[in-house]
């Protein structure tokens, strides 16, 4: 099932379900703070900077905005993975190299 024949209600679920994971899973992190509200997750980092990561209903797609560049994911339901339309990026691995590298540091994160 490729993220066309989701239908709305399934992903706003599996859309929901990733962004409360993500939160959870950088919400621990030292320097940046993490907070999901109405489909937009931010972080905010010491120096101002914000990425943001969020829910496009009508494309049905997750968006992220980080390091001047912006990725589209699609929902791969075989695979159970969001994956940028454009490189192939996925969306856990592709929010944990920006974040490492905002950090200067390694950051794994896990769905």
Not at 5 to 14: G, I, P, S, Y
Not at 35 to 59: C, K, W
């Amino acid at each position: 099932m490729s993220n066309e024949a989701l239908t709305e209600r399934e992903f706003e679920r599996v859309a929901d379900e990733s962004l409360v994971a993500l939160e959870g899973a950088l919400t621990d992190l030292d320097g940046l703070e993490a907070s999901l509200q109405m489909g937009i997750l931010t972080l905010e980092f010491p120096d101002g900077t914000r990425y943001v990561v969020n829910s496009h209903r009508a494309a049905r797609q997750i968006w992220m905005a980080a390091e001047l560049r912006a990725w589209h994911f699609d929902y791969d339901a075989g695979t159970r993975r969001w994956v940028a339309s454009r490189d192939g990026d996925e969306l856990w691995a592709a929010l944990a190299g920006v974040t490492s590298r905002k950090l200067g540091r390694p950051i794994t994160l896990q769905p």
